[in-house]
């Protein structure tokens, strides 16, 4: 396997596509909509997804997709996958979050194929959490010392997971910070609003600092801005956040819109004036890595406000595209809320510099080429080992 490898990485990349197995734990929760996105956006890759079970199927109508047995998520073996690798087609590993790396690698190590992993916030924190030994999350903790020791290359969806990964003893040189990005097209720059509305965009979970939001909007109301709030999304805290809208007064300004689909939010972001994302690390140690939903707003001319945390820092540059504070600091938020509710050229100006930003860093086309040259490094570097 390795010696075919070193023969499709001679000369030019290859005159066939590179033939990659892509790891998902399912595919696909409308969560991890990125996925998908980079798939539409290979250009010399031939991709087969490998997963336990499907969602979607409309929405992601992604054709090459194995579908592990119902025992494959206790075993970590899957006998449809074995009979799909048992013809050396393919040329590397690649899985999406940790989880489905410690059942890629498996895979991997019988085949003698390099493994990538793209680790996107949850999975890392995971590791060091007494969260790990719960039976959802087991056979990832029991994986996971030979994931680490095995990945060829760690991609990692912020500067702060590489550090956090590096702390648990993998070296510099297996990992690198890659970043998601976002299809450009989809979003229409719009710089100025007739009616302000704000918008929160995310699942209703802890991490994602929702009350801290609801009370950012309230403070900036309180400095005399009027405004819509709008939020985009299900989860467990829906009747808290609806009690505690109530509580501070601005229940009848705030709408909880529930889930929408792709094409409803980025028609939403483009009559947003301002993006909040008051992300926070969860108790659990859960958090954000690189927040898509802050790149798309930034893309169709909602200037975001972000803290800092995770990777919202590299997709906002305080000041000059947006505003950062610092986590659980609703009244900074607030603040800066109100001045950009309260003075429309300069957030047009952000909103314009917000724009440049994702075209010169987060264009979705130029990063997934990034990866198809990153694919091409690593099965160039595994050919040279098996020469050694």
């Not at 070193?6 to 998902?24: H, K, N, Q, Y």
């Not at 793209?118 to 719960?134: A, C, E, I, K, Q």
């Not at 680490?148 to 702390?167: D, I, N």
């Not at 991490?207 to 309180?222: E, M, N, S, T, V």
Request: proline letters at 4%; a positive charge; one cysteine or more.
């Amino acid at each position: 396997m390795a010696m075919r490898c070193a023969i499709a990485s001679a000369g030019m990349a290859s005159s066939r596509p590179r033939r990659v197995a892509l790891f998902c734990t399912n595919f696909l929760p409308t969560s991890q909509v990125f996925v998908y996105e980079q798939l539409r956006q290979y250009r010399r890759s031939e991709v087969e997804v490998f997963a336990w079970r499907r969602f979607h199927r409309e929405r992601f109508p992604f054709p090459r997709v194995h579908l592990a047995e119902p025992s494959y998520v206790v075993r970590g073996r899957s006998r449809r996958f074995s009979r799909a690798f048992r013809d050396g087609r393919f040329d590397l590993v690649h899985a999406h979050f940790g989880p489905a790396g410690a059942y890629a690698r498996r895979f991997a190590a019988q085949h003698d194929l390099p493994l990538l992993v793209t680790f996107h916030g949850y999975d890392v924190p995971l590791l060091s959490s007494p969260r790990r030994f719960l039976p959802l999350h087991l056979p990832y903790a029991l994986g996971s010392p030979a994931l680490l020791r095995e990945l060829r290359l760690g991609l990692c969806a912020s500067a702060e997971l590489l550090q956090m990964l590096r702390g648990l003893g993998v070296s510099e040189d297996r990992l690198r910070v890659h970043h998601l990005g976002i299809d450009l097209d989809r979003f229409r720059f719009v710089a100025t609003h007739p009616a302000p509305l704000v918008t929160m965009v995310g699942r209703l979970v802890e991490k994602k600092g929702f009350d801290d939001g609801l009370r950012a909007f309230a403070h900036a109301r309180q400095l005399g801005q009027v405004a819509r709030l709008a939020i985009v999304g299900e989860g467990e805290r829906l009747a808290s956040l609806q009690s505690l809208a109530r509580a501070l007064g601005i229940a009848a300004q705030v709408s909880f819109l529930g889930s929408r689909s792709n094409e409803q939010v980025a028609e939403l972001l483009g009559q947003t004036s301002v993006l909040l994302a008051p992300s926070v690390v969860a108790r659990d140690g859960n958090r954000e890595s690189g927040l898509i939903v802050v790149k798309e707003a930034a893309a169709a001319g909602a200037v975001p406000i972000g803290t800092r945390h995770g990777g919202i820092p590299d997709s906002i540059e305080h000041g000059v595209t947006g505003f950062l504070v610092a986590e659980h600091d609703h009244r900074s938020m607030g603040e800066h809320l109100a001045r950009l509710l309260g003075d429309e050229a300069s957030r047009a100006q952000l909103a314009r510099a917000a724009r440049a930003k994702m075209e010169r860093e987060f264009d979705n086309r130029r990063l997934v080429a990034e990866l198809e040259d990153i694919y091409d490094e690593v099965c160039e570097s595994w050919a040279r080992r098996a020469t050694r």
